[in-house]
């Protein structure tokens, strides 16, 4: 089972107090946009195996939304911080690189 603490209220919560919310940092693309930029930002998403980035709401909390560092293959968790950030913290991106050799932010931006 994935648990992430919620970097709010301090919750450590389970899955099903959480929903989803997909990929992290994307460039957002909306009105006056062309379609193929807005095609690209609804569906053409990474699904990467390893370290990936992602939103979630702690939906039976406090309801706020935040973003988590984790590991696809493990579940790994490196960390969790508010979600108007616009990169994960240094602690988070250290955390990764320390248990990824090789493991790079800029692979993402």
Not at 13 to 36: I, M, Q, V, W, Y
Not at 71 to 88: D, I, K, N, R, S
Request: aromatic share 14%; with cysteine.
């Amino acid at each position: 089972m994935l648990i992430l603490t919620c970097p709010y209220c301090g919750v450590e919560a389970d899955e099903t107090e959480l929903s989803p919310g997909g990929e992290a940092h994307l460039k957002r693309f909306g009105p006056g946009s062309s379609e193929e930029e807005f095609e690209g930002y609804l569906f053409m998403r990474e699904n990467p195996k390893g370290v990936h980035f992602e939103r979630w709401r702690h939906a039976y909390g406090c309801g706020k939304w935040f973003l988590a560092a984790r590991c696809t293959m493990t579940l790994e968790v490196f960390g969790t911080y508010p979600a108007q950030t616009t990169e994960p913290p240094k602690k988070i991106r250290d955390a990764i690189s320390a248990k990824r050799p090789g493991w790079s932010w800029g692979d993402f931006k």
